[in-house]
């Protein structure tokens, strides 16, 4: 088979959308993602060149707004960039090697406007307001050394991985799914009516957990109970929590409060003073439940695992995990309710994989997620006694 750069191919996957772009443009934007992918291969300080690429200039990104609370007035809503002006640079492999260690994936990106002669060139550094969407931007991305994604409001449009295009991988936990279902199962009082995307519930904030071990590149494991832990489970964690509830009263405070702004927001008289008010302690409330989401979710990279029960109460963290050396039926799931399998050999991997499938063997209505240090995440249930897992791209927003 002949591999392409992602440039060659970036006509190819225009074309079967039947679309033709301006030469000129399309030139413009062949470089942008071939001087990417490049980067991605150098490295710098020992590390590779990974950066988050926003095209369409700094100004225009300063003005960029959240775009996941709805139909409320523009003005309302945050900011989803802080855009820091640099003098203009020529877009580059080396350039972006040296801004690279000064960038966090995800979090940060290199800002691309038009210099003087027409040509890219960057003209800002901007770090995304963790709060908000990525404000409807486009997005170039190398998640890894050769692997290029194209985003548009940080959903996936295409990725370029080993020469060939990978097709969106769609994130089980959130998406219409039976991971998304058995979630909700588990967490019945963390349920949320999906108005307005304004608080939280269970499986944005398990995603959330997801990326930050993710992020902090140690690999690690959460595992969802659908009972209270027996006391042998117990026995067999390192570090028990004496606040379970931590986790669910800051996820529960989040959607009241923004029950409460939307109950106001949309009332025949709202009090303009007091509906922005509780939208501000709704989008408080909202960060604060993240916030500790992402704590609690570090303790998932210490050995062994998190674990977790309904309503997501945290039980405590270095939980060993009892793992059967006889498991063998193992499948991997193309689509989102689990109907495309294909068998998995469990010895390709490590003990973490055998853990996640001997748990959700044991517990046939739980859920594992395991995070591994160089491969995707993925998603673990005993799906009509077969353990099938899904694989787990990053949050839109990484």
């Not at 499986?203 to 997801?210: K, N, T």
Request: hydrophobic share 40%; proline share 6%; net charge negative.
């Amino acid at each position: 088979m002949h591999l392409k750069y992602p440039g060659e191919l970036l006509r190819e996957w225009l074309q079967k959308r039947s679309i033709t772009p301006d030469e000129e443009e399309f030139g413009d934007f062949r470089h942008i993602i071939d001087t990417v992918f490049f980067a991605s291969l150098a490295t710098e300080e020992g590390d590779p060149v990974l950066v988050d690429v926003v095209i369409g200039g700094a100004k225009e990104l300063s003005l960029r707004r959240d775009t996941d609370l709805g139909p409320e007035e523009a003005e309302d809503r945050e900011l989803a960039w802080t855009v820091m002006p640099i003098s203009p640079r020529t877009f580059s492999v080396s350039e972006l090697a040296k801004l690279a260690p000064g960038l966090k994936a995800g979090r940060s990106a290199v800002v691309l406007g038009s210099a003087s002669n027409g040509q890219p060139c960057i003209e800002a550094v901007a770090v995304r307001n963790p709060r908000t969407s990525v404000g409807g931007v486009f997005m170039v991305a190398a998640t890894g050394p050769g692997v290029i994604r194209l985003s548009q409001d940080g959903e996936e449009l295409v990725t370029f991985e080993r020469g060939v295009l990978r097709n969106p991988v769609r994130n089980v936990i959130l998406a219409n799914s039976v991971i998304r279902t058995a979630i909700d199962g588990l967490c019945p009082r963390l349920r949320t009516k999906k108005i307005l995307g304004s608080s939280p519930d269970a499986p944005r904030v398990l995603a959330e957990m997801v990326d930050e071990i993710r992020r902090a590149g140690r690999g690690g494991m959460i595992l969802l109970l659908d009972r209270d832990p027996s006391r042998e489970e117990c026995e067999r964690t390192k570090y028990l929590f004496e606040d379970k509830e931590v986790l669910f009263r800051a996820v529960s405070s989040s959607a009241r409060k923004s029950d409460a702004w939307l109950a106001q927001a949309f009332s025949h008289d709202p009090e303009d003073s007091t509906s922005e008010l509780m939208y501000r302690e709704a989008q408080n409330a909202r960060a604060d439940a993240l916030y500790v989401a992402r704590h609690i979710a570090r303790l998932g990279s210490t050995d062994n695992a998190l674990l977790l029960g309904r309503d997501l109460f945290v039980y405590g963290a270095g939980f060993a995990v009892p793992t059967d050396d006889e498991l063998k039926d193992v499948y991997i799931a193309s689509d989102p309710n689990g109907v495309a399998l294909e068998p998995y050999d469990l010895s390709r991997n490590g003990s973490r994989h055998r853990a996640a499938a001997s748990f959700v063997n044991a517990n046939k209505t739980s859920l594992a997620i395991l995070i591994s240090e160089d491969g995707p995440a993925k998603a673990w249930i005993n799906a009509s006694d077969r353990i099938t897992f899904w694989d787990l791209p990053p949050l839109r927003s990484h």
